[in-house]
Structures are given as C-alpha cells and as structure tokens.
C-alpha cells in the first residue's frame, strides 16, 4: 500500500541546506499530510529562535528539547517531518525517528551545502570562525549516522525543491 493511503508519515533528515522544510512542504502539499518540523516546534515552545535559545541555554538543553519533541510527535500520523540536522547525534533519537514513519535523507555534496549555508547567520552550529571547516568536520560524523538511519536516499545537489519531491515519490514506489 503506498505512503499516502496507509497514513504513515514521512520523516526528512539531512543536513542544514538540505531542503527538508521546503521539500517537506511540498510533499505536504501534494499529499495533502500535515507538515511539522521539529525546529519550529521547538521554537514555539520556548518562544525564542533557535540562535537564541543556542546562546541562551546552550546546545545540550536545544538537544534535549529536540528529543523531548520527537517523544511527543510519536503517534503522529499522516505527516511529513523535517527535523534539524543533528538529529540524528543522539542515539536515543533513532529508534523514536524509525517509529515515526519511513525515513528519507536529503544529501547534497559539500561544495552545495557550502553554497547553499556557507554565509548563514541563522545557525548556530556554524557561528564559527571557520564555516567551512565546521560544515566538513560536521558532515563527515553525521553522513554515516544518515546513511544507516534512512530508509531512502535523494541526492538534492542541482535540483528544485519540486524535482526532489518527485524523486522522493518515484523512490517510495519501491515500498509499496
Ligand atoms: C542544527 C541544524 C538546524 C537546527 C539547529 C542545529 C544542526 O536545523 O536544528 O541549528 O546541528 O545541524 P536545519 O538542519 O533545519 O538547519
């Protein structure tokens, strides 16, 4: 049975620039599913920003307020999640990802996450001195943590969000 007619969500994960959100929107749309992403949760329930809360609390609390969203989430249904790009560090947040739904990986090449990321201001874990050492050094622990976690994997270098919307649908057939 497909994803749309069994209800079950799809869950995105990939790294920052990845399209999650965009790509999840318009898979949304076209389902007509609900969309959620774990940041804006997570921004809503503390009423700050994600830089902010990053500087005001630190990292490991955002951590926890990401697995405590991804608790909540489950019995979800007939969603499609983006989650942020470190979601996938905790290992406690990946059985509760895999209960969620199929799980489908956003990759890009580094030289497209740079390009796309590289001058952001909005995220915190490349407030550094150094962006691009820290998208290299980021990248290279989380590419295997995606990569054993994802039921699906898209790569999303050159494409429109709407082109990789159609890869994702055309890559779940295979399921069904
Ligand atoms: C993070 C990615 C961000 C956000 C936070 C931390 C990360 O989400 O959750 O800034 O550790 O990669 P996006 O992947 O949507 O930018």
Redesign the pocket.
């Known amino acids: 049975m497909s994803l749309v007619l069994s209800g079950q969500n799809l869950v995105l994960i990939g790294?920052?620039?990845s399209g999650?959100?965009s790509v999840g929107r318009e898979l949304a749309k076209r389902w007509s599913f609900r969309f959620v992403d774990t940041?804006s949760i997570i921004r809503r329930r503390y009423e700050l920003s994600?830089p902010d809360l990053f500087s005001k609390y630190g990292e490991p609390f955002?951590r926890e307020a990401e697995y405590q969203t991804l608790v909540r989430l489950q019995g979800t249904q007939r969603a499609i999640i983006a989650t942020?790009?470190?979601i996938v560090i905790q290992p406690r947040n990946i059985p509760l990802l895999k209960d969620l739904g199929r799980v489908v990986w956003l990759c890009a090449s580094q030289d497209a996450i740079l390009r796309r990321i590289g001058k952001s201001t909005h995220?915190?874990?490349l407030n550094q001195a150094d962006p691009e050492e820290s998208i290299s050094r980021?990248l290279s622990e989380r590419i295997p943590l995606y990569q054993q976690l994802a039921d699906l994997q898209i790569e999303t270098s050159g494409l429109t969000h709407a082109d990789v919307a159609d890869r994702i649908i055309k890559g779940l057939e295979s399921f069904s």
């Open positions: 790294f920052m620039g999650k959100s940041d994600i955002f942020g790009g470190g995220r915190p874990m980021l």
